[in-house]
Structure formats: C-alpha cells, structure tokens
C-alpha cells in the first residue's frame, strides 16, 4: 500500500504519529521478539491500528499482531509465535490473559 497511501486513510494520523516513530526505533535493531505494546480500549481500535502499523511495518519487515476478546485465542497465540512479531495491538483485557498464559512475553 505504501505510506502515500496511508496518509489519505482516514483515521490513520494519530497512528502514523506515533506509528512512524516506533518502526523507526525497531528498524536496523536485532529481533528480540516483541518490542512494542500498543493497548486499545476496544477490538475496532486494535484493529484499525494493527491494520495501520502492519501496512508500514511490512515495507521494512516488522510484524504487528492484534490481540482482543470476543475470538479464539489460537490464531492469536500463532501470530505471536512468528519471528518478525514485534509489535503487540490489544485490549487490555487480552493482552493479560495471554501473558498469564506465557503466550505473550512483554520482558522486552
């Protein structure tokens, strides 16, 4: 899609704004698993973002993941698995119980 495209999406600014900055820190550094939590107060929000930051970190080869309730855990348990996972989107209830479950190691 590229970041041109990005920009014209509505409601993308505020994740640009702190989006760019954060894959801007990851770039050039060793994976070391998860590097960046970004917690929503809802699964559209989570989404939007993730959708967002997955757009851009694709350009540079850093993965986000969206994690948020209402769904099966196992798909998000995979994703969070994958290598160039480095950002984490959720909700704070999902989040949680997938650290309790040592699915999601935030010690980075």
């Known amino acids: 899609m590229g970041i041109e495209n990005l920009l014209t999406r509505r409601n993308s600014g505020k994740t640009l704004g702190f989006g760019i900055p954060a894959l801007a820190r990851l770039m050039g550094k060793e994976a070391k698993g998860i590097s960046v ?3 929503a107060p809802t699964r559209e929000l989570a989404i939007q973002t993730h959708e967002t930051l997955s757009e851009l970190g694709k350009e540079v080869g850093i993965g986000s993941v969206a994690v948020f309730g209402g769904v099966g855990k196992e798909d998000q348990i995979k994703k969070l698995k994958k290598t160039k996972t480095r950002i984490v989107v ?3 209830g999902r989040i949680l ?11 980075g």
């Open 37 to 39: 939590l970004i917690v």
């Open 90 to 92: 959720g909700t704070p």
């Open 97 to 107: 119980d997938l650290m309790e479950e040592g699915a999601c190691n935030l010690s």
